[in-house]
C-alpha cells in the first residue's frame, strides 16, 4: 500500500512519466474519458501535489466532465515520474478502484510503489483547499453541476427502442425503383445499435400505412424505463411542403409519408413516457432530385452515371401543391418540438447516393464515425463529421445535415 505522507511537489518535474505508464494511460484512454468521477478526485490531486490550483482551474475550464477527463489524462503524462503510482493512489482515495485496478494490471506489475522522494527544499506540499480560501472548489461543484444539465442521462440497463424501416422492394405500380444495397446499411445499423444497448427491431418493405402502424406502435410503449428512442428510416424520398421537418419518405406502395408526420407520433401528448428524452430519426432518403457536382471538381474521372454504375440515388419527383393535402393535419399536431434530433443523409432538394454493393454513402460514414468516436464525442459532433465525410465521397457531392432541437448532449452509451 502506498504511504499516506507520498506526495510530490508542484513545482517544476524533472523527469517525464514512464514510457511503460504512460503507454497504459493512453491505452485505457477511452474508457477513463468515459469513466472518471471527477468530483472526488480533484482534492486527492491536490493534496497529493500532481496538480496545483491553477493547474486544475484550467482542467476545469475544459467544460464537460468527459472533455475536463481528457486534458486531465494529458496534463498526467508530463507530470513527471511519480505522476502514475499517485494517480492511481488518487483513483483508489476516490472510490475508483476499479480504474485503478485496470491501469495497475496494464503495468505488468504485481504492485505500483512510488519511487522514494528525497525531500527538496523547493516548493512546499501545497496545504489542502479550504472553500473560503480556494474558490474553486465551489466552481468545480459548479461545473460538475452544469455537466449533469447538460448531458441527456444514458443509465439505464437498455438504452432505448430502435425501429428500423428498411424499403428495399417498392411496387411496380409505383414507378419506384428497388434499392439494391439498402440491405448493407440496415445490417449495419442494426448491428451498431446492438452495440449502444438499443433493443433494435428492424422492419422491411413496408407499405405507407405499414409505416404509420409500426410508428404508432412504437410511440405507445412504455419508455420510461429507458433514456431515449431511436427511428431510422431507409427508403425513396422526395420534397415536401414543412413547418418544421422537411422532406418525406416512401412506403413500398408509393404513399409518401412527411417527416413531420413521422416526428409527431412521439410528441409530447402522444408519448408522454418520451418527455424530456432524446427522440433521434436518421433518415436515409433523397430529399429532391438535384444532382450536385460542387464548387470545384478537380478529379480526373467522368462523371459518374447512376444508370451506368453501381451507383444510384434515392430520388423521386418532387410533388405539386394539389398532392399535399395531407400536410396540414400532419403537422398540427406537433408542439414546439423538444428533444428532438432529425438526421438527414441530403441536404433538401438534392440527392441522396448509394452503392449497390456497399450501401449508402451516409450510412457507411455514420457507420465509421460511430465506430471510432461515439465513446468520446457527442452526437453533434459526430454528425459535423459526418458531414465532412460523405461530402469528400465521389464526382457527385452530397452533404447531410440535421435539424437538432436537443436541450443537452446526447452521448451514445458504448460501455
Known amino acids: 500500500m502506498y504511504g499516506s505522507d507520498q506526495r510530490m511537489t508542484a513545482g517544476k518535474q524533472e523527469l517525464g512519466m ?10 485505457n484512454r477511452v474508457r477513463l474519458v468515459q469513466s472518471l468521477q471527477l468530483t472526488d478526485l480533484w482534492d486527492p490531486l491536490l493534496e497529493r501535489g500532481i496538480f496545483s490550483n491553477d493547474m486544475i482551474e484550467e482542467i476545469q475550464r475544459e467544460g ?17 515520474s511519480q505522476a502514475f503510482p499517485l494517480f492511481l493512489l488518487c483513483l483508489k482515495e476516490s472510490g475508483q478502484d476499479k480504474l485503478a485496478d485496470t491501469l495497475q494490471s496494464g503495468s505488468g506489475a504485481c504492485a505500483l510503489e512510488p519511487i522514494p522522494v528525497t525531500p527538496s527544499p523547493g516548493p512546499k506540499p501545497l496545504p489542502k483547499a479550504d472553500p473560503a480560501e480556494y474558490p474553486t472548489r465551489d466552481v468545480r461543484r459548479k461545473k460538475e453541476t452544469l455537466d449533469k444539465d447538460k ?27 428497388n434499392r439494391t444495397g439498402s440491405d448493407v446499411d440496415r445490417d449495419k445499423l442494426a448491428n451498431r445499435m446492438r452495440s449502444f444497448h438499443f433493443d433494435v427491431m428492424v422492419k422491411d ?13 412504437l410511440a405507445a410503449q412504455d419508455h420510461s424505463l429507458r433514456d431515449c428512442c431511436l427511428v431510422v428510416i431507409l427508403s425513396h424520398g422526395c420534397e415536401t411542403r414543412h413547418i418544421q421537418f422537411p422532406g418525406g419518405v416512401y412506403g413500398t406502395d408509393g404513399i409518401r409519408i412527411p417527416v413531420e ?50 451507383l444510384q440515388s434515392d430520388a423521386t419527383p418532387v ?35 448509394r452503392d449497390k454493393h456497399t450501401g449508402s454513402w451516409y450510412v457507411e460514414v455514420l457507420d465509421n464515425v460511430l465506430a471510432e468516436h461515439a465513446a468520446t464525442d457527442d452526437l453533434q459532433s459526430l454528425l459535423v463529421m459526418v458531414a465532412d ?5 465521389g464526382t457527385y457531392k452530397q452533404i447531410p445535415g440535421y435539424f437538432n432541437f436537443l436541450r443537452k448532449r446526447f452521448f451514445f452509451k458504448t460501455d
Open 18 to 27: 514512464e514510457p511503460e505508464y504512460r503507454d497504459i494511460l493512453r491505452r
Open 319 to 353: 410533388f405539386s401543391g394539389e398532392d399535399d393535402n395531407d400536410e396540414v393535419d400532419a403537422v398540427s399536431s406537433i408542439p414546439t418540438p423538444s428533444d428532438i434530433l432529425v438526421s438527414y443523409s441530403t441536404f433538401p432538394g438534392y440527392v441522396s447516393w
Open 151 to 177: 448531458d441527456y442521462p444514458m443509465s439505464s440497463d437498455l438504452s432505448g427502442l430502435c425501429l428500423i424501416i428498411n424499403n428495399m422492394n417498392f411496387h411496380e405500380c409505383t414507378g419506384l425503383s
Open 205 to 217: 418493405n413496408l407499405t405507407g400505412q405499414a409505416i404509420h402502424d409500426h410508428l404508432e406502435e
Open 64 to 80: 464537460t466532465r468527459r472533455d475536463q477527463a481528457r486534458k486531465l489524462l494529458i496534463e498526467l503524462e508530463s507530470r513527471g
Open 261 to 310: 408526420r413521422i416526428v409527431s407520433y412521439f410528441n409530447g401528448s402522444k408519448c408522454p413516457s418520451l418527455r424530456g428524452k432524446p427522440k433521434i430519426f436518421f433518415i436515409q432518403a433523397c430529399g429532391g432530385d438535384q444532382k450536385d457536382k460542387g464548387c470545384s471538381v478537380t478529379t480526373e474521372t467522368p462523371p459518374l452515371s447512376p444508370t451506368s454504375t453501381s
Open 389 to 393: 465525410g460523405v461530402s469528400s465521397k
